[in-house]
């Protein structure tokens, strides 16, 4: 069984850091790229950043550009998101998604972690 | 940037058909895939590359995409269908669009 268990998330300053944490277990992690997807409170889903199975590509949306990075640990099956410079409008829910090989969407997903950007 | 749009609700009577649109500039050229959202749970892929459903997605839900327009068709919509729901697309600029979201209701 597929299992994405994201953890990290919490209350953070305005141009505070703050680092996600995907845990994933029932799969090959190492075959598979993988995303963070987050959802401001009442809001849509917003894709964030991808990672190709190999580490080897990053993806960012504009939005995030230059402040967060994308990283992932084949060896521990972990994917991280390291969030620097950290505004109110990151606040949301923040998924981790496994993409499906090749096909650009995603087919599994994490609960999420709440990350609150507030002073 | 490519965007996707989807109109904000759709209203429909249980056992109805209801249909959700997406629409972006070429979207037929593109597979669109859809997902389901129900309150305090997280997104569940329920159509891909327009129109395959996932093992254990109930054959009511069927997808189609063509022109500009891409749709989730609910047929016999039940109860346990009022969801948010999403449209998704891959751009080669923009990489990995969402829609705003369409908020299902069953009535």
């Known amino acids: 069984e597929v299992q994405l268990v994201e953890s990290g998330g919490g209350l953070v300053q305005p141009g505070g850091s703050l680092r996600l944490s995907c845990a994933t277990s029932?799969?090959?992690?190492?075959?598979?790229?993988m995303s963070w997807v987050r959802q401001a409170p009442g809001k849509g889903l917003e894709w964030v950043s991808a990672?190709?199975?190999?580490?080897?590509?990053?993806y960012y949306a504009d939005s995030v550009k230059g402040r967060f990075t994308i990283s992932r640990d084949n060896s521990k099956n972990m994917l991280y998101l390291q969030m620097n410079s950290l505004r109110a409008e990151d606040t949301a829910a923040y998924y981790c998604?496994?993409?499906?090989?090749?096909?650009?969407?995603?087919?599994?997903w994490g609960q999420g972690t709440l990350v609150t950007v507030s002073s | 940037s490519y965007e996707l749009t989807q109109p904000p609700s759709v209203s429909v009577s249980p056992g109805q058909t209801a249909s959700i649109t997406c629409s972006g500039d070429k979207l037929g050229d593109k597979y669109a895939s859809w997902y389901q959202q129900k309150p305090g749970q997280s997104p569940v892929l329920v159509i891909h590359q327009d129109i395959k459903r996932p093992s254990g997605i109930p054959e009511r839900f069927s997808g189609s995409n063509s022109g500009n327009t891409a749709t989730l068709t609910i047929s016999g919509t039940q109860a346990m269908d009022e969801a948010d729901y999403y449209c998704q697309a891959w751009d080669s600029n923009t990489f990995w669009v969402f829609g705003g979201g369409t908020k299902l209701t069953v009535l």
């Open positions: 990672i190709s199975a190999s580490g080897g590509s990053t």
């Open positions: 029932g799969f090959i992690f190492s075959s598979y790229a």
């Open positions: 998604a496994k993409e499906d090989r090749g096909e650009n969407h995603f087919d599994y």
